[in-house]
Each structure stands twice: as structure tokens, then as C-alpha cells.
């Protein structure tokens, strides 16, 4: 295997707080020997598990980065015992743009796992996550949120896995970090994820889902600082109590979930989230855009559940995700 051309700024071995970079050289029309910078802290006390902290794994959610800038910038070694990683932006040139995917090659982080070492920009770093950060990970966050397309519960989420005690660390973990909803989730696509590579390396992972809309909000940041903060007690990290407050346990078992566009058009939301549904009631319903005194078609849940997450524009394309429902759990 190639060697990745990323080289960190800073140690990962050394005691203390280190802010820095990984530089990643990318020649371009504007500086032609010029470089990909992205943000990176590591803190460390002694011998201890490591976190690996990561937002903006799409470019267009803010609770991550919001939550890992503070954290890097607020977290004190001497509370510590092991080591600490934050990514705060791990699609650095999508989250400049504000963008789902990277501008330079159209990257989706999260489909592209584990990346190469000689590939497109985007490959490049996920391969040196793959290859470097990963393996020094004892348990890994990923922040997620909605982005500019869907809005969600703020849930964190763990994975449904073969292995069972692994699935079970990550289930523990998911509810240390103690959002409002916590997730037991299959994922529809899931070839190429961060999630997957991260998973079959046997590391305990969470992941969240925590509002979108292209934007954050005071409740949403509040649960991310609070919950990766739970998180690193959890896993015996940093000192302290954890904050906790009720959860509301949801499953997300399979495809019925999921309700797909047919139509293009200006979508009618009829139930918000956190609306109870029915299976086969309509949950959403479809305008045509470029008529008058046509019916709009409805959009019907697959399942009986509520509402966990919905289509955030008013226009919506065929094909796209409408709505997704969740079943409690107890």
C-alpha cells in the first residue's frame, strides 16, 4: 500500500494540548505547490483509552464542528487520562463551502471508506483516517445533523452488528451520550461509510442524527457539547459526572421506514416530528409545481411509529427521502 502524502502538524504521543493541522498538498489553479489544512487537536495525559471525535463528515452540519471547536479549545489535559482526537471537520473542503460534498472532486466522505492514498482529495483523507487515526481509537464519535436536505429528532444512534458484544459497547455508549432519543438503526446504504469501516475495525462507535436544515441551534449544540462530554466519562477518559436526562428509545429495523418521493413537486408536510403515524397514512403530500388544477399525490408511511425525521425544502425531486418513522422501543 502507498504511503498517504497527509502529514500532521502535531504529535498524537505527547502529553498536553496540541492544536494543529493535517496538511494534505493539493496543487491548484491559485497556488500551485498549495495544501489541503485540516484543523486537528489532540490532548493527552498519560496512558489511557483514546477518542476519536469527528464532525462535519458532511460539510453541511454545523452541531459537530460547533461542539469540537469548543471542546479543543475549552478541554484542560490535568481532567484526562488517556488521549483524546478532534476532527472537528473531516470533509474540511465541504465544510468551507457549506456543502453535503467536497467542491474539489464532489466527494462524499461518507460513501467513499476506506479512500486511497493516491486517489481524489477526498480519498486521500479518508484513507488516512482509515489508516492512521482509526487504529490508535479505542471509541469514535461522529456527529451528525440533517444537513441542508432533512431534519431530525436529535438522536445519537448505534448500530444493529453481528457481533453482540460489540453491538452491545456501542449500545452502552449511545446512551451515555444521552440525546433526547437514542436509535437502534440499520442503515439503508451503508457501503462505503465511515460507520462501516470504523465498525469492522471492532471499535465502539456512536453516531448521531441531532436537527438540520443547513444549521444549528442553541438546543442542538447544548446537546452536542453535553452528550460528547458524557461520552468521554463514559469511556473512562475524562473525570466527572455525567449529565443526564430522560431518553426516549426508537428502532429503525429495515427499508419500511423510509418514504421516497415519486413526483417531483412542493411538498405539504401533514405531520411534524415526533407525530405519531400510522402505517399507510399519508405523512406527506406532493404539489405539482408547474400547474394549476391537478391533485397532489400522497406520500403514505410504511409503518406505524412517529415521525423521526423529514424532507427539509419546500421543493422536493423524485426519488428523494421524504420522511422516515421510528418505532418506540418500550
Partial sequence: MKPNPIVPTIPFDEDGVHHGFLRLPHSRDDSAWGSVMLPITVIKRGAGPTALLTGANHGDEYEGPLALFHLAQSLEPDALTGRVIILPAMNYPAFRAGTRTSPIDKGNMNRIFPGAPDGTVTQKIA?????????????????????????????????????????????????????????????????????????SLGKTFVTTELGGGGTA???????????????????????????????????????????????????????????????????????????????PVDCLAGRDGLLAARHFPGLVKAGDCLAVVAIRMG
Fill in 127 to 199: 484513507d488516512y483516517v482509515q489508516r492512521t487515526l482509526l487504529p490508535m481509537a479505542d471509541i469514535v464519535l461522529d456527529f451528525h445533523s440533517g444537513g441542508r436536505t432533512l431534519d431530525f429528532l436529535p438522536f445519537a444512534a448505534a448500530h444493529v452488528q453481528p457481533d453482540k458484544r460489540q453491538e452491545a459497547a456501542c449500545v452502552a455508549a449511545m446512551q451515555a451520550f444521552n440525546a433526547p432519543y437514542s436509535m437502534m438503526l440499520v442503515e439503508i446504504d451503508n457501503v462505503g461509510m465511515y460507520d462501516t469501516a470504523v465498525e
Fill in 217 to 295: 441551534t442553541a438546543r442542538s449544540i447544548g446537546i452536542a457539547r453535553k452528550g460528547v462530554r458524557n461520552l468521554l466519562i463514559h469511556a473512562g477518559i475524562l473525570r466527572g459526572e455525567p449529565e443526564v436526562e430522560a431518553t426516549l428509545r426508537l428502532d429503525m429495523p429495515d427499508g419500511d421506514c423510509f418514504t421516497f418521493a415519486g413526483h417531483d413537486g412542493v411538498i405539504e408536510p401533514l405531520v411534524d416530528l415526533g407525530g405519531a403515524v400510522r402505517g399507510g397514512q399519508p405523512v406527506a403530500r406532493i404539489w405539482p409545481a408547474d400547474r394549476t388544477g391537478v391533485a
